[in-house]
């Protein structure tokens, strides 16, 4: 698809999730989560990942990995009996007639005419016991279609009850899954629900065990499989250009990153200049680079990968990176936010000092009263962080001051906007 034929994910709500009592994170192109150890910013992304894995997986196993529907319960202050997840996202023009284009489901005309905003969500808690789980509610809206399932597996489409055969199989399964199979709004919904979100938190050692060839072009989480990723944009010399580019601006003196392949494995070779020749005159192995450059190269490729996701989520950001360089990286994925959203969470003043990030975008998590909360700055903060401020330099003197309340979901937690 086109750069044009874009997924953008609006809004994440969560309820009675992990430490969430109740949250309301809106997301920009580039959106920068800050707070302490622990406060929740990698909860916040978890969330996202769930949705992913029930609908491209099952909803049994997203919470299996995670260690059950208990496991994931809000227990603060006041302790929840059930969990919901609601994410908005537009589906563009371009991405639903790509999806028409590939499927001969019925669609009305209008579904073209502009971009389609759709929230989904559903909720779900444990069954009697607290042995299992079953799903309480699921909500699909667009303006002008929607199903709502609830009780034992109905799901309702335009407020029609569809026949039973295109019911969820069970009270544990989603119905977006069997809806998507009957009309092309919900097939494009959950098509961008399963590809949408690219989460890491990359490992330098996971890279530097250059696993077998698996041919695949999507970067993992750890980011263990970089040289099959590397290997795919290849193909592309516009991609491969950008790559060395900024890896030469990150690392002074490499010249180009290169895969290769010996027995089996996926290889991944540093070509660096040799005293003033303007040619690549020595070839390091990933054994021999440090891990911030190892985690530039994987964070150069999460941003590039073919397909390109909606979101890609960057735990700490500056881990293992040279502020000269890491000013470098940020160029990069400031950049790259014409392709493709990016949410980082970060602790660095240097991070938070550059140019592409603005006191709008940045989200501060807080443990307040027994659960974590989000919070936008403060009015005063927002204007204390202004060039040739920054909102590093308000983190640097810990005067990163937030809005008197915070981002909740007040009224019907499964509205649309």
């Not at 949250?23 to 769930?50: H, M, P, W, Y």
């Not at 908005?88 to 284009?101: G, P």
């Not at 996701?309 to 950001?317: D, G, Q, R, Y």
């Not at 401020?389 to 308000?394: P, Y």
């Amino acid at each position: 698809m086109s750069d044009l034929a874009r997924v953008h994910i609006e809004e994440l709500r969560l309820s009675g999730y992990r430490a969430f009592e109740n949250a309301r994170l809106q997301l920009d192109d580039l959106t920068v989560l800050v707070g302490r150890n622990g406060a929740g910013k990698s909860t916040l992304i978890d969330a996202l990942e769930f949705v992913r894995d029930a609908l491209s997986d099952s909803l049994a196993n997203a919470l299996e990995r995670r260690g059950g529907v208990q496991a994931l319960l809000h227990h603060g202050a006041r302790e929840a009996k059930e969990l919901a997840v609601v994410i908005r996202l537009r589906l563009s023009r371009q991405y639903l007639a790509a999806v028409l284009h590939r499927t001969e489901l019925p669609a009305p005309q209008s579904i073209l005419a502009d971009d389609a905003t759709v929230t989904y969500g559903f909720r779900i808690g444990p069954t009697r016991g607290g042995l299992g789980f079953e799903v309480k509610k699921e909500v699909a809206h667009a303006a002008y279609q929607h199903f709502t399932r609830a009780g034992r597996g109905d799901w309702r489409f335009g407020g029609v009850v569809m026949p039973h055969g295109v019911r969820a199989t069970s009270r544990d399964a989603l119905a977006l899954p069997f809806a998507a199979e009957h009309a092309a709004l919900w097939r494009a919904l959950l098509d961008a629900l399963k590809t949408s979100v690219r989460a890491y938190s990359l490992s330098p050692s996971a890279i530097r065990a250059e696993p077998p060839v698996s041919g695949a072009s999507i970067l993992n989480r750890s980011g263990g499989n970089a040289g099959d990723v590397l290997h795919h944009l290849e193909r592309n010399k516009a991609d491969a250009a950008w790559i060395n580019k900024h890896l030469a601006a990150i690392t002074p003196g490499i010249v180009r990153v290169r895969s290769e392949t010996a027995a089996g494995r996926r290889l991944i070779r540093f070509h660096q200049r040799y005293n003033k020749s303007k040619t690549a005159g020595v070839v390091f192995d990933v054994g021999d680079m440090s891990d911030g450059t190892l985690r530039c190269l994987a964070i150069l490729l999460a941003l590039r990968q073919k397909p390109t996701p909606a979101l890609v989520c960057i735990e700490e950001v500056e881990d293992s990176v040279h502020p000269a360089a890491l000013g470098v990286l940020l160029d990069a994925i400031a950049a790259s936010t014409s392709r493709c959203q990016v949410l980082l969470t970060s602790h660095s003043p240097e991070a938070l000092s550059h140019p592409s990030v603005t006191p709008e975008q940045v989200r501060v998590v807080e443990w307040r009263e027994g659960s974590s909360q989000l919070f936008k700055l403060s009015p005063g903060a927002e204007e204390m962080s202004r060039p040739p401020r920054s909102v590093g330099r308000l983190l640097r003197t810990n005067a990163l001051f937030t809005a008197k309340d915070s981002e909740r979901v007040e009224g019907d937690f499964f509205a649309a906007p």
